[in-house]
T-cell receptor, first 113, second 113 residues
C-alpha cells in the first residue's frame, strides 16, 4: 500500500530535550516536505527536500533541522524543543512538478512542556 | 495579507443543501490549484484538483478564475459524511521548486440531519 508513515503519532516532551520525528514514504517520491499546523494559521512549510542530500528552508524553519540521506526517509529534528513548537506536524511527499499531488502522513501531535 | 484566504466558517447546513466555498490567492505565478479535505485531527487528503475550465467530480464542482485569483468549491446534495474542513491550496509558483504548496486556513463545514 502506498503511504507516508510518521512516527511517533503523539509525543509529550520537555523543553530542551532533543527529539526526532521520522517520516518514510514508499512511493519513490523525489519531493518531501514537513509542515506544522496551528489553529487559524493553516499548514506552514518548515523544510522541504527535492531529492537525496538536497534540502531547503520553508517558511518557518527556525528551531528545526532535517536530513535526506535516503530517498524514502526525511526525519525532522528538534535539537532543543520549546513550548512554541507545540503543534501538529505533517510530513508529505510527491513527485516533482506543480501538478503532482502531495500525500500526507497521519500527523504527529507534539506537546512541549 | 495572507497568501491564501478562506472564510473559516463554520458553515452549518442541513443534509441535501448546496453549499459553496470561496478562496482567493495572492500569487499570480501560482500554477496549480487544489481542494483538500481534512477531517478532525487527521491528515489532509486531496479532494480534487482545480482546472481553468472548471471540473466536476460527482457532487463536487470546482472553478478557477485566474483573472480574479479566485477559486470556488460547490457541494451539492450535502451528506453527513461531508462534514470536514476544506482547505484551499495553491502551489507557490517558482518558490520551492514548483512543488511548494500554500494552504488556506480552511473552511469548516458541518452537515446536520
Amino acid at each position: 500500500e502506498a503511504q507516508v508513515t510518521q512516527n511517533p503519532r503523539y509525543l509529550i516532551t520537555v523543553t530542551g530535550k532533543k527529539l526526532t520525528v521520522t517520516c518514510s514514504q514508499n512511493m519513490n517520491h523525489e519531493y518531501m516536505s514537513w509542515y506544522r499546523q496551528d489553529p487559524g494559521l493553516g499548514l506552514r512549510q518548515i523544510y522541504y527536500s527535492m531529492n537525496v542530500e538536497v534540502t531547503d528552508k520553508g517558511d518557518v524553519p527556525e528551531g528545526y533541522k532535517v536530513s535526506r540521506k535516503e530517498k524514502r526517509n526525511f526525519p525532522l529534528i528538534l535539537e532543543s524543543p520549546s513550548p512554541n513548537q507545540t503543534s501538529l506536524y505533517f510530513c508529505a511527499s510527491s513527485f516533482l512538478g506543480p501538478e503532482n499531488i502531495q500525500y500526507f502522513g497521519a500527523g504527529t501531535r507534539l506537546s512541549v512542556l | 495579507r495572507k497568501e491564501v484566504e478562506q472564510d473559516p466558517g463554520p458553515f452549518n447546513v442541513p443534509e441535501g443543501a448546496t453549499v459553496a466555498f470561496n478562496c482567493t490567492y495572492s500569487n499570480s505565478a501560482s500554477q496549480s490549484f487544489f481542494w483538500y479535505r481534512q477531517d478532525c485531527r487527521k491528515e489532509p487528503k486531496l479532494l480534487m484538483s482545480v482546472y481553468s475550465s472548471g471540473n466536476e467530480d460527482g457532487r463536487f464542482t470546482a472553478q478557477l478564475n485566474r483573472a480574479s485569483q479566485y477559486i470556488s468549491l460547490l457541494i451539492r446534495d450535502s451528506k453527513l459524511s461531508d462534514s470536514a474542513t476544506y482547505l484551499c491550496v495553491v502551489n507557490g509558483g517558482f518558490s520551492g521548486g514548483y512543488n511548494k504548496l500554500i494552504f488556506g486556513a480552511g473552511t469548516r463545514l458541518a452537515v446536520h440531519p
